[in-house]
T-cell receptor, first 109, second 116 residues
Framework: DAKTTQPNSMESNEEEPVHLPCNHS???????IHWYRQLPSQGPEYVIH???SNVNNRMASLAIAEDRKSSTLILHRATLRDAAVYYCILRDSGYALNFGKGTSLLVTP | DTEVTQTPKHLVMGMTNKKSLKCEQHMGHRAMYWYKQKAKKPPELMFV???????INESVPSRFSPECPNSSLLNLHLHALQPEDSALYLCASSQVGTGKGGSPLHFGNGTRLTVT
C-alpha cells in the first residue's frame, strides 16, 4: 500500500477553519484519497474522498495538489464536536482500506 | 446512531469460552469488513467479504473465524482467545463494483472485547 504522512496532532480554536495536511508522495494513478475521522468511543466515520479534483460536501472540503502527492482536508468552521482522530488513507481499486496513525485534532473553545 | 449495527456492545470472555460477534447492515452493501483496534492505535483490517465470499484474510489467527451467512449479516466467531486479543472489534460495509476504491466504508461503533 502507498503510505501517507500526517502530523501526530494539531490544535484549533472553535469556529475557525482547520487545514489538515497529508503527504502521499508514492501515490499511484488509481489510488483514491479517503479521509475518515474517529470520535472518542465511536467507530470511524467517512468524511470525504477524491481522486484528482477538489471535492466539497456538507462536512468538509478536500483540496488535492495538482501532482496528487499531497492533499488537505479543510474543516471550514471547527466545532468542539470535530475533535477526533483524522485519518488520510489511500485506497486502490481493491477492497482494503488500511489506516495509518492519523492526526489527533484538539479544538479549544 | 450508525447504519451498521454491532452486537453485543461489550463482551467479557474467558480463554476457554466460545463466543460470537454479530454485525448487520441493511444498506444493500455487498462488501463487509472486520477490523481490530487496540487502545490508542489505528484500526487494523482483519477480513473482507465480497458477495458473501471471503476476499481478504490478513493472516489472522484461526482462533478468529469469520462467517457471512447472507448479504446483511457478518459474524466473527471467537474461540480460545488470549488476553492480548482484548480490543475493539469494528465491522464495516461498502458498495462493490467498478470504482469500488472510491466507495466509502460505513462503520459500526464496535464491540469492546475483554479476554480474561
Amino acid at each position: 500500500d502507498a503510505k501517507t504522512t500526517q502530523p501526530n496532532s494539531m490544535e484549533s480554536n472553535e469556529e475557525e477553519p482547520v487545514h489538515l495536511p497529508c503527504n502521499h508522495s508514492t501515490i499511484s494513478g488509481t489510488d483514491y484519497i479517503h479521509w475518515y475521522r474517529q470520535l472518542p468511543s465511536q467507530g470511524p466515520e467517512y468524511v470525504i474522498h477524491g481522486l484528482t479534483s477538489n471535492v466539497n460536501n456538507r462536512m468538509a472540503s478536500l483540496a488535492i495538489a495538482e501532482d496528487r502527492k499531497s492533499s488537505t482536508l479543510i474543516l471550514h468552521r471547527a466545532t468542539l464536536r470535530d475533535a477526533a482522530v483524522y485519518y488520510c488513507i489511500l485506497r486502490d481499486s481493491g477492497y482494503a482500506l488500511n489506516f495509518g496513525k492519523g492526526t489527533s485534532l484538539l479544538v479549544t473553545p | 446512531d450508525t447504519e451498521v449495527t454491532q452486537t453485543p456492545k461489550h463482551l467479557v470472555m474467558g480463554m476457554t469460552n466460545k463466543k460470537s460477534l454479530k454485525c448487520e447492515q441493511h444498506m444493500g452493501h455487498r462488501a463487509m469488513y472486520w477490523y481490530k483496534q487496540k487502545a490508542k492505535k489505528p484500526p487494523e483490517l482483519m477480513f473482507v467479504y465480497s458477495y458473501e465470499k471471503l476476499s481478504i484474510n490478513e493472516s489472522v489467527p484461526s482462533r478468529f473465524s469469520p462467517e457471512c451467512p447472507n448479504s446483511s449479516l457478518l459474524n466473527l466467531h471467537l474461540h480460545a482467545l488470549q488476553p492480548e486479543d482484548s480490543a475493539l472489534y469494528l465491522c464495516a460495509s461498502s458498495q462493490v463494483g467498478t470504482g469500488k476504491g472510491g466507495s466509502p466504508l460505513h462503520f459500526g461503533n464496535g464491540t469492546r472485547l475483554t479476554v480474561t
